[in-house]
């Protein structure tokens, strides 16, 4: 992250839970109906994940995503162009969103549906177009709202979070070939 994050302006509660049995995340949010939104440590590497978690909270169900720290600090960073776009399609205006957030993960949102979709993408063989996978999460206007504050504040728990690098800052990096911001080698991601 590379300004800090705004921890003032919150807006709803924020509700924070501690498990200390089977995940132990520093930092655990729910969202909405199973959706949590909380950090994992795998193999010395941070994790975020928007994922389903069963009842106990203790183990995470097949539907969610998980995302590397740079992509969770891309997807903070277009959360004001997220916002807008709901709001013009609140007010029913045509609006069509795609943004890439490394990786061939993408937010879309369109109007007509009132769902904030991240997911990643593939580009199959001999395509001109990138297509969905099935893995990816799917979220309500309201469950955004949740996870947009719950984004804000994470980092005072994931403190790692702030020192991740953008892929273009950093060494893996190289223009036009990096398969972080370009994985598709052809400009269309
Ligand atoms: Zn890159």
């Not at 590379?2 to 302006?9: C, G, I, M, V, Y």
């Not at 975020?48 to 720290?69: A, F, K, P």
């Not at 997911?119 to 990138?130: E, G, Q, V």
């Not at 504040?153 to 690098?165: G, T």
Request: contains cysteine; aromatic residues 10%.
């Amino acid at each position: 992250m590379s300004e800090k994050r705004d921890t003032e302006n919150l807006t709803g509660s924020v509700e924070i839970q501690r498990d200390d049995r089977a995940l132990k995340p520093r930092y655990m949010q729910h969202i909405g109906k199973e959706l949590y939104l909380f950090d994992s440590v795998f193999n010395g590497t941070t994790y975020i994940h928007v994922q389903e978690l069963d009842r106990e909270n203790t183990r995470s169900t097949l539907n969610g995503i998980t995302l590397t720290l740079q992509r969770c600090n891309e997807l903070y960073s277009i959360l004001p162009e997220v916002v807008i776009h709901i709001d013009q399609i609140r007010r029913s205006e045509p609006t069509f969103y795609r943004r890439h957030i490394g990786g061939n993960w993408y937010v879309t949102m369109e109007t007509g549906f009132n769902t904030v979709y991240i997911r990643k993408f593939w580009l199959p063989d001999n395509a001109t177009s990138i297509r969905a996978t099935g893995n990816g999460v799917s979220l309500s206007f309201n469950q955004f709202d949740e996870l947009k504050n719950g984004l804000r504040i994470i980092d005072s728990f994931v403190p790692e979070l702030n020192s991740v690098m953008p892929c273009y800052l950093s060494g893996n990096h190289l223009r036009d070939l990096c398969i972080e911001c370009s994985p598709n080698n052809n400009g269309i991601a």
